[in-house]
């Protein structure tokens, strides 16, 4: 089936016909038989129907065999993380979502996971980084806030060359855009919290395997065991939010595109950063991986940090925050809320286009690049 009837029908659970799914709140659940061979739903944190129709969904949505939940993008990043052995390395995207970073050092590296941040577009330095106990790569793309482009395909080959498995952060792509799965990958990652609610109301996150074999199994337990799991509303919510996501996805990426052209005009801008431009550095292998550009785009005003607050400042119809993938658009100076070893240039926002109309958001950009 086409990714629009999956993204209604996948994982539904149809329970006494409720053509909408019912929220399943019970955290325990009656044992069909008094024998300790227990089947079907035992206990929240173990397992819970609407936490299975969102896994089951999102599976489907990235041609899957596993998908486990977690509470949020982090905590999934996370529960992969603990399912490695002290002394294991991992080949992580210099460019990574920058609470990555914050885990790999603060917890990850007295776990005794060995971590070297590489420039994925790379590929002799990531061969070069290889190790012999190297078993993940991981990769995103577009990242995060310059929207850098890797090439997956390649990837996924040195990957299988060194024994690893290559794992992607889908979040800003969505299954939309672009499945990671169809490059090789073995291992797809997604903060819902993002376009996959949709909403901004919701924090969820999900690993989805290719496989079902010895890494899903390591995940699921520690899942069910260490418990970071969405709640049955918010597996619910996302759900909601999953059926409309190709619509979504497509008007915020045709959006994007409009505003990236608008921008690349703009004599108050120095620089855009959207993978659809034909003067991305990673243009064309993003026209090789993705099927739309998706909905978040970058650019730097011509001056400081300061030109560039200002700017944000002056919008009305975006709103100054933080996430990406809701229905609002949103704007946002990067360097703010990193670190202070962010490379992220000084000058740069960020935005991430919602679902108002193009030229509302277009007149709304002029307006405050005006006298930038
Ligand atoms: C938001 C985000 C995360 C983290 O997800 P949370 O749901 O906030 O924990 C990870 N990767 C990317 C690319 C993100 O945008």
Known sequence: ?????????????????????PIVLSTTFAHPSGSLDVHGWTYGRTDNPNRAAFEGCLAALEGGEQCVAFASGMAAVSALLQTYAPGDHIIVERDCYYGLRVVLRETFERWGLECTFVDLADHSAVAAAVRPLTRLIWAETPTNPLLKVVDLAALAGIARAAGAMLACDNTFATPICQNPFDFGAEIVMHSATKFLSGHSDVLAGAIVLRGAGGIAERLRRVQRTMGAVPSPFECWLTMRGIKTLPLRVRAQSETAAAIAGFLVEHAAVERVHYPGLPGHPGHDVAVRQMR???GVLSFQVRGDAAAAI?????????????SLGGVHSLIEHRASVEPPDSTTPRNLLRLAIGLEHRDDLIEDLAAALHGA
């Open 292 to 294: 739309a550009f998706g």
């Open 310 to 322: 200002a700017v944000a400042e002056r919008a009305r119809l975006f709103t100054r925050a933080t």
């Open 1 to 21: 089936m086409k990714i629009e009837t999956l993204a209604v029908h996948a994982g539904e659970l149809r329970a006494q016909g409720a053509v909408t799914d």
